[in-house]
């Protein structure tokens, strides 16, 4: 993790979430989103309702990313 922050200024994960609820420059969150999904598919996937899913994920990965041990 440290050869990231010693090298990049940002860093966008595969982590569903908001950014704007503890803005993070090394841990970007995004959701995906295909061209060819019908509409409701899109709905869902920018919908908060998965997010729970990856909570787990999202706290191991900011636990390693800022408090290594």
Do not use: D
């Amino acid at each position: 993790m440290e050869i990231l922050k010693q090298h990049v200024r940002f860093f966008h994960s595969t982590y569903p979430g908001s950014n704007s609820a503890e803005p993070q420059p090394l841990f970007i969150r995004r959701v995906n989103v295909e061209l060819f999904w019908k509409p409701g598919a899109i709905h869902f996937a920018c919908s908060r309702f998965e997010w729970k899913r990856w909570n787990a994920r999202r706290m191991e990965f900011n636990e390693r990313m800022f408090n290594p041990a």
